[in-house]
T-cell receptor
Framework: EAGVTQFPSHSVIEKGQTVTLRCDPI?????LYWYRRVMGKEIKFLLH????????ESGMPNNRFLAERTGGTYSTLKVQPAELEDSGVYFC????????????FGQGTRLTVV | AQRVTQPEKLLSVFKGAPVELKCNYS??????LFWYVQYSRQRLQLLLR??SRESIKGFTADLNKGETSFHLKKPFAQEEDSAMYYC???????????FGTGTKLQVIP
């Protein structure tokens, strides 16, 4: 079974540019989460999708971040315009149900804004 | 607000020595506590969670509500245990997990 897949694995962009990160969850997983780890800090929750709906987006840092999950399958996280402080590793995770099931993580996307 | 503290960034132990990775948390309700592990070039994966009270790869962790701690322990470290370990907390299920900053465990042969 394929695990959670994230694209790209690395991205280097200039400040002010736009970047779109993609996450393909495990097939059939309704729940999809985005997290990010900024250098030297903890991994922080960004948001949670249940199918195509945003269940909780309380962790989104500001309106430069836009997450979508078309058709309840893959998800994208767009940063526009990117700032230096957006650099970090962005993780995606998915699970069958939100309540009592292990969430499986992708390998992460390392974003560097220069 | 919920918070997870892992005081050690790096913990080096010799093979066969006991290991204890410290984790303290702050949360007003009844949290669920987890340990995640990330081996070199691999994905972050769940190691264990307190509600299952199981031992995985020889690791155990006991939730101490009085001390608000959830330390990870293993009696005899092995080289393959070298990895990054994250303590994490959730208010329920896996929806919104708060992670600590992580401790890198280095087992010296």
């Amino acid at each position: 079974e394929a695990g959670v897949t994230q694209f790209p694995s690395h991205s280097v962009i200039e400040k002010g540019q736009t970047v779109t990160l993609r996450c393909d969850p495990i097939s059939g997983h309704d729940n999809l989460y985005w997290y990010r780890r900024v250098m030297g800090k903890e991994i922080k929750f960004l948001l949670h999708f249940v199918k195509e709906s945003k269940q909780d987006e309380s962790g989104m840092p500001n309106n430069r971040f836009l997450a979508e999950r078309t058709g309840g399958t893959y998800s994208t996280l767009k940063v526009q315009p990117a700032e230096l402080e957006d650099s970090g590793v962005y993780f995606c995770a998915s699970s069958w149900t939100a309540g009592d099931t292990e969430a499986f993580f992708g390998q992460g996307t390392r974003l560097t804004v220069v | 607000a919920q918070r997870v503290t892992q005081p050690e960034k790096l913990l080096s132990v010799f093979k066969g020595a006991p290991v204890e990775l410290k984790c303290n948390y702050s949360y007003s309700g009844s949290p669920e506590l987890f340990w995640y592990v990330q081996y070199s070039r691999q994905r972050l994966q769940l190691l264990l969670r307190h509600i299952s009270r199981e031992s995985i790869k020889g690791f155990t962790a006991d939730l101490n509500k009085g001390e608000t701690s959830f330390h990870l322990k293993k009696p005899f470290a092995q080289e393959e245990d070298s990895a990054m370990y994250y303590c994490a907390l959730s208010s329920g299920g896996y929806q919104k997990v708060t992670f600590g900053t992580g401790t890198k465990l280095q087992v010296i042969p």
